[in-house]
């Protein structure tokens, strides 16, 4: 109405303009009913617009009183939506933070006000009852989400958290299977079914459903490339002792495409390089955990790579470990293996220098361990026992956590394999369920005589000069003192 008077008023100053420009006034006569009026045209022209403009306010004056009672139920209405939008935020809010009688109050509120999402309300009175703790009427909130198409995802959802939360795994299972089977994007339902397979061990049907997540793009291609090969080194491990020459067949591949997948998963490289090993493929075996080794060393591949040859002398077996260590020589791995090197050979003095590389790392177990092992071969004894009276009380290394006391590398239980596989899978990282455990390991600090025994006794003579005893010889007696030989290295 206001446009339509300014368009008038904006007529009617251009009239006038037009007429008082013009300079001819005019005459105008007007007849009706038996009255005559005599005016100017100007005058005429004014009085018709101006009467324009009024039949047009009135117009619109009395279709805003017709409207009157359509606008106020708009009001009404608008006001009902913004009370409905409130009792909704603050119900979720309520059943967020956990006030279960809050949440529920204003459920009951949204539930009479909000007609135009019965969704919402619905969602929101589940949760509300769950955060109350009124688990029959959360479980009935969600059954009758089942019946609207749109909502039959949030409804599975739903009561597979209510059945873990009861303890009723088959039920939970049985809603994340219909979830899955319905939409191609649960990632949810995915993730229950397979932490399902992978605590019963059934590491082939993990295998199928990484696979179906790929295929529906429920995970990108590097999560599903970092599962399979966690199933697949733990699918290796299982059939690594078994008899039938079939099932260690299987494990051979299963590990093979494990390292071949990812040569940064040193479970499955260590598996794959004993089972070709225990094949007589002692070359390809060596590939695979030098690759290994330039892309993530871990100690358990350099034990493996040692133990492929067990009948070479110290000095060939130093010269093959330094192959390794250069495919990656700036690691830390690298540093402590080329004092492992020197001590083979006994070369202390080789292996002080190669020590020094790692002062300025952190002290561990392990460290402390070596550093004795370092100062013994050096024929300083009191030192020696100086590192060892440190390393009993530094931290232990969770990679070197991976070997048993055996020396056994990646020797997991079957959940330790299940959470592996699921950790690695999501952030690629290696966990260490033996380090987790605090259980015991591979010894990281060497067996010392503990009576005190003099630096020229750890020396012996042959061909007149003096000799380091192999680093890796017999261990000690602790009955007297008197001449003694060095320490084990790491079995």
């Not at 006038?16 to 009255?35: E, F, I, K, N, P």
């Not at 045209?41 to 101006?50: E, G, K, M, Q």
């Not at 061990?201 to 599903?224: C, F, Q, S, T, Y």
């Not at 590398?409 to 959470?419: G, H, L, N, V």
Request: no cysteine; aromatic share 6%; charged share 20%.
């Amino acid at each position: 109405m206001i446009r339509a008077a300014l368009v008038i008023l904006v007529v009617i100053a251009v009239a006038v303009a037009s007429l008082a420009l013009s300079g001819d006034a005019g005459r105008a006569s007007v007849v009706w009913m038996g009255w005559r009026a005599d005016m100017t045209a100007s005058a005429l022209t004014l009085i018709v617009l101006f009467a324009a403009l009024v039949a047009a306010l009135a117009w619109q004056t009395l279709l805003w009183i017709l409207a009157a009672p359509r606008r106020a139920e708009r009001a009404r209405a608008e006001s009902r939506r913004r009370q409905a939008n409130e009792a909704l935020t603050g119900g979720f809010l309520a059943a967020a933070a956990g006030d279960g009688p809050e949440a529920r109050r204003l459920a009951r509120k949204a539930g009479e006000l909000a007609d135009e999402t019965p969704g919402l309300v619905r969602v929101l009175a589940a949760q509300a009852a769950e955060a109350a703790g009124d688990v029959p009427a959360a479980r009935a909130a969600y059954t009758a989400m089942l019946g609207v198409p749109q909502m039959r995802l949030a409804g599975h959802k739903g009561l597979m958290q209510l059945a873990l939360a009861q303890g009723e795994r088959q039920t939970a299972l049985r809603h994340a299977q219909e979830a899955f089977g319905e939409t191609r994007n649960a990632r949810w339902a995915w993730r229950v079914l397979l932490e399902s397979r992978l605590e019963a061990a059934d590491w082939i049907a993990g295998l199928e459903l990484v696979k179906n997540a790929l295929d529906r793009k429920i995970v990108p291609p590097v999560v599903a490339e970092r599962a399979r090969a966690a199933l697949l080194a733990a699918l290796a491990a299982q059939g690594e002792q078994a008899t039938d020459p079939k099932v260690r067949a299987q494990a051979l591949d299963s590990a093979v495409e494990a390292a071949r997948l990812r040569p940064g998963f040193a479970p499955g490289v260590v598996m794959a390089a004993r089972l070709l090993a225990a094949h007589g493929k002692l070359g390809r075996a060596s590939a695979a955990l030098e690759q290994a080794w330039k892309a993530a060393p871990h100690p358990a591949l350099w034990l493996a790579y040692r133990d492929l040859n067990t009948t070479e002398t110290p000095r060939d077996r130093a010269r093959r470990l330094s192959l390794l260590a250069a495919q990656n020589p700036t690691h830390r791995e690298s540093y402590i293996l080329a004092v492992e090197r020197a001590l083979i050979v006994g070369d202390a003095a080789a292996a002080g220098l190669a020590m020094s590389a790692l002062d300025a790392a952190p002290l561990t177990a392990r460290i402390a361990g070596l550093k004795a092992r370092v100062a013994f071969a050096a024929g300083r004894p009191d030192e020696a026992r100086l590192w060892l009276t440190q390393g009993m009380a530094a931290p232990h290394e969770p990679d070197w956590s991976d070997l048993d006391p055996e020396g056994r590398a990646f020797a997991y239980q079957a959940s330790d394999w299940a959470r592996l596989a699921m950790t690695y899978a999501e952030t690629g990282e290696l966990i260490h369920p033996r380090h987790e455990r605090s259980e015991r390991g591979l010894g990281e600090l060497p067996s010392l005589p503990i009576a005190y025994a003099d630096a020229a006794s750890f020396l012996t003579v042959e061909g007149g000069e003096p000799v380091l005893y192999p680093v890796d010889g017999a261990g000690y007696e602790d009955d007297e003192a008197g001449a003694a030989e060095p320490p084990p290295g790491p079995v």
